[in-house]
């Protein structure tokens, strides 16, 4: 069922169901005002046949003493029962109407005015009850006397039964409507959707990442196919890196295995000696295990293994093994991954002996500004980066233009992922009067 059905049919069905609740309110209103004015009429009539046996209308029947609850009759009561011609009490039902009576003393119907109906039963009952098409109650005049009235109600069920039909009716007919009209408009406000849609499939078909959705409607609309088109950017982007970090790291990879394939070949053709190609192949296969550890970091985006350590004593173990002075506090405990720090670390050191061979190199850690961090430095008084070298020197396999210096680039780039890896951040910045200041960065509160 596609979504502009089900906003049709929702919205029919909410209109269906505010009809029906308005509907039902309204029925019960009318059949009280309807009931009501019926119980009145009957109240009415049978109090005009109470006029009657009293006198007020005619001779005069019976007189009851309201103290004691008596009922004494005047006249012979026979009279009533036979239906005296000469004793003139006529049916006072109200115009439009069928209603009837009847006069019970003692469980025994003495008079009627009408023709009552048999299915209402006999009952002193004065609360009014309806049964079948009649309306009746009872009006007490003595004991065991009492004067039992019925209206027919048979207009009124026919209003009612009208009524909910009419209700039914008239929420089919403007659901429908409503779902009709519903159908209609929700197709242009449902085209972005439509549009965002197609452009999924079409991605998830062909792989095509520069694929965008027109950003068209407005709300939560716009803002999904606004969101939709700058996941797409980012995955292009994202892939064009990938795509160049893969050609990169082949490249790099090849390097020393054309050397490890061409000092082979010197061996087998007897220009160089076992021990010759043997040194070499050993130094290319260090070149590779350490190639792959950088890749393996990177691929890895950093992601370690925190520990509590002693920052302090590991820069001073990293920094006596490279030969470089270290000043700073003695002890610094901090959560981190000791195995990414002392990596970053030595790729610091490594860099600084490369690119300032026999220029002093000294390793310092101290608070930072934001009392968050700590800085690691690596300050060396070597040649330094220039501005432009300085802005690209963390990108993975990037070689400053001229720099004859073996490496594959992946130096900085490794530790700047170890600083992101630790809620930091790698800074270069030139030394005074001359070098490079390496700061790594590293959050410990």
């Given at each position: 069922m596609s979504l502009r059905l089900r906003l049709a049919l929702f919205i029919a069905l909410a209109i269906a169901l505010a009809l029906l609740v308005q509907g039902f309110l309204g029925y019960a209103s009318f059949e009280r005002l309807q009931m009501g004015n019926l119980e009145r009429e009957l109240g009415a009539y049978l109090g005009r046949i109470t006029d009657q046996l009293e006198g007020r209308r005619g001779p005069r029947m019976f007189r009851r003493d309201r103290d004691s609850d008596e009922t004494r009759f005047l006249r012979p009561p026979e009279r009533l029962r036979e239906n005296d011609p000469q004793l003139s009490l006529p049916n006072p039902a109200p115009p439009g109407t069928v209603a009837s009576a009847r006069l019970v003393r003692e469980g025994q119907v003495w008079r009627e005015w009408g023709s009552f109906p048999e299915a209402i039963p006999p009952s002193e009952s004065?609360?009014?009850?309806?049964?079948?098409?009649?309306?009746?109650?009872?009006?007490?005049?003595?004991?065991?006397?009492?004067?039992?009235?019925?209206?027919?109600?048979?207009?009124?069920?026919?209003?009612?039964?009208?009524?909910?039909?009419?209700?039914?009716?008239?929420?089919?007919?403007?659901?429908?409507?409503?779902?009709?009209?519903?159908?209609?408009?929700?197709?242009?406000?449902?085209?972005?959707?439509?549009?965002?849609?197609?452009?999924?499939?079409?991605?998830?078909?062909?792989?095509?990442?520069?694929?965008?959705?027109?950003?068209?409607?407005?709300?939560?609309?716009?803002?999904?196919?606004?969101?939709?088109?700058?996941?797409?950017?980012?995955?292009?982007?994202?892939?064009?890196?990938?795509?160049?970090?893969?050609?990169?790291?082949?490249?790099?990879?090849?390097?020393?295995?054309?050397?490890?394939?061409?000092?082979?070949?010197?061996?087998?053709?007897?220009?160089?000696?076992?021990?010759?190609?043997?040194?070499?192949?050993?130094?290319?296969?260090?070149?590779?295990?350490?190639?792959?550890?950088?890749?393996?970091?990177?691929?890895?985006?950093?992601?370690?293994?925190?520990?509590?350590?002693?920052?302090?004593?590991?820069?001073?173990?990293?920094?006596?093994?490279?030969?470089?002075?270290?000043?700073?506090?003695?002890?610094?405990?901090l959560t981190g991954d000791p195995l990414l720090l002392a990596q970053a670390l030595e790729n610091l050191l490594n860099n600084a002996q490369k690119y300032a061979p026999g220029a002093p190199v000294q390793v310092e850690l101290e608070p930072a500004p934001d009392p968050a961090f700590v800085i690691l430095r690596v300050r060396d008084e070597g040649p330094g980066m220039p501005p432009e070298v300085l802005a690209r020197a963390t990108e993975p396999f990037y070689r400053a233009p001229g720099v004859r210096v073996p490496g594959h680039g992946l130096g900085l780039s490794v530790v700047a992922q170890v600083a992101q890896a630790h809620q930091g951040r790698l800074v270069l910045l030139p030394n005074r009067p001359q070098g490079l200041q390496a700061e790594l960065w590293i959050r410990w509160a």
């Open positions: 004065p609360e009014p009850r309806l049964e079948q098409n009649w309306l009746y109650q009872s009006v007490r005049l003595g004991p065991e006397v009492y004067l039992q009235g019925a209206i027919e109600a048979s207009q009124v069920r026919a209003s009612l039964a009208g009524y909910q039909q009419t209700v039914l009716f008239t929420a089919l007919v403007v659901a429908l409507l409503g779902a009709w009209v519903a159908w209609l408009v929700s197709g242009p406000a449902l085209r972005p959707l439509r549009h965002l849609q197609e452009a999924t499939r079409r991605v998830a078909d062909s792989g095509d990442l520069s694929l965008r959705v027109p950003a068209e409607g407005s709300g939560e609309l716009l803002q999904l196919s606004q969101t939709f088109n700058q996941m797409l950017e980012r995955l292009s982007a994202f892939r064009e890196r990938e795509t160049q970090f893969t050609r990169n790291a082949a490249h790099e990879l090849r390097t020393p295995l054309t050397a490890v394939r061409l000092q082979l070949d010197s061996q087998q053709q007897g220009l160089a000696s076992p021990e010759e190609t043997l040194a070499v192949v050993r130094e290319e296969v260090e070149r590779m295990s350490r190639l792959s550890e950088s890749l393996l970091t990177l691929a890895r985006e950093g992601r370690g293994q925190k520990v509590g350590l002693d920052l302090a004593q590991l820069a001073q173990e990293v920094a006596a093994r490279a030969g470089a002075s270290y000043r700073g506090p003695e002890t610094l405990k």
